[in-house]
């Protein structure tokens, strides 16, 4: 499996499309294949779902992430898991031993349009 962890330096990042760089994650039969880190190609409405599609991902991995993100994930087959806090190294392990779990979102981005244009920074709660 291919995962993506938005990634804030050696932190998952508290929200996904506004993180700077995603740790990319390919594992196979327990073991971790490969790890390489993308630079985040800029938060547009419905692209990175369409671009984590193209890289092969098979789930997502973030602190938070709005519902419409979720649903243009969950359209091309890719799960996600939110609510997740630590560093990147932490959070693989996790994904090895397959106790990694999704919760509630960290981010409450707030209602309204134009969400991911108009806004630079995510309401997410805590310093983690």
Known sequence: MRFAISTDGDFVSPHFGRCPSFTVVDIE???VIKIEVLENPGHHPGYLPEFMHKKGVSSIVCGGMGQRAKDLFQQ????TIV???GKINDVIEKLLKGELKSGES?????AG???G???TECDHQGGD
Do not use: M, R, S
């Open 113 to 115: 349009k134009n969400y």
């Open 83 to 85: 609510a997740v806090k």
């Open 29 to 31: 039969n327990n073991k």
């Open 76 to 79: 091309l087959g890719i799960q």
């Open 106 to 110: 960290l981010c409450k981005p707030g």
């Open 117 to 119: 244009l108009e806004k």
